[in-house]
């Protein structure tokens, strides 16, 4: 399960908080924080991203527990992800 925050919270990481604004690798403008989340770090919170798929040798995939921030980019609009694991 996931947690959901509207706009930045500094809590909704496993590692150091999302920054409130990043670079946008689409278009090197700025992209800002839209939505924060963040998954359950106990096995009793219903599946979880890392169980989607087996991380292989040449293949990553998170492992454990994840949070994410997506940024809008205020000049071309793209959507970009940032996300840590537990």
């Not at 930045?8 to 150091?16: D, G, P, R």
């Not at 403008?29 to 798929?53: F, K, Q």
């Not at 040449?58 to 921030?69: N, R």
């Amino acid at each position: 399960m996931f947690e959901v925050f509207v706009g930045h919270n500094k809590e909704a990481s496993h590692q150091q908080p999302f920054a409130k604004q990043v670079d946008c690798p689409h278009c090197r403008s700025t992209a800002r924080i839209a939505l924060t989340s963040l998954e359950g770090a106990t096995p009793n919170t219903g599946p979880r991203v890392s169980d989607l798929h087996l991380n292989q040798k040449d293949a990553f995939w998170p492992h454990d527990s994840i949070a994410f921030a997506i940024y809008f980019c205020k000049k071309c609009g793209i959507a970009t992800v940032l996300w840590n694991q537990a």
